[in-house]
C-alpha cells in the first residue's frame, strides 16, 4: 500500500462526508426540481421560461453531482480493495498532496494531463 492505514482512513472518512454532502444535495435539488413540476397555477411565459431554466441548471448541477458521486463512490471500492492511491493507467502512486485535494483522482497529474490533452485534441 502506498499510504499509512491512518490516511487511507482519512480519505476514507473525507470520501463518506462528501458522498453525504452530496446525496443531501441531490435530495435538495429533487425537492426544488418537484416543487417546480408541481407548482400549479396560471403562469405567464416569463414564468414558464425562468422556471424551464431553473430545471435545466438543476439537472446540469445534478449530472456533475452524479458524476462526482460514482467518482467517490469508486474510490471508496479501491480502499476497500487495497487499491487506493494508484494511478489507473500506469500503476504508479498518486501524490499525497493530490489525494488530499482530490480524494477521488484516478490518475497521477501527468496522466491526467496527457489525458486532458488527448481529449482536447479529438473534441
Not at 27 to 53: C, M, R, T, W, Y
Request: proline share 3%.
Amino acid at each position: 500500500m502506498a499510504f499509512d492505514k491512518d490516511f487511507i482512513d482519512q480519505m476514507k472518512t473525507r470520501l463518506e462526508q462528501m458522498k453525504l454532502s452530496i446525496l443531501e444535495m441531490l435530495l435538495h435539488e429533487d425537492e426544488d426540481f418537484q416543487e417546480l413540476v408541481d407548482n400549479d397555477g396560471p403562469k405567464d411565459l416569463v414564468d414558464v421560461a425562468s422556471d424551464d431554466i431553473d430545471m435545466k441548471t438543476l439537472e446540469a448541477l445534478g449530472a456533475q453531482e452524479v458524476k462526482r458521486l460514482r467518482l467517490i463512490e469508486a474510490a471508496l471500492a479501491r480502499i476497500a480493495n487495497d487499491q487506493y492511491g494508484y494511478c489507473l493507467k500506469s500503476g504508479k502512486p498518486i501524490p499525497r498532496e493530490r489525494l488530499e485535494a482530490i480524494p477521488y483522482a484516478l490518475y497521477t497529474i501527468e496522466v491526467q494531463e496527457e489525458l486532458d490533452r488527448q481529449k482536447r485534441r479529438v473534441g
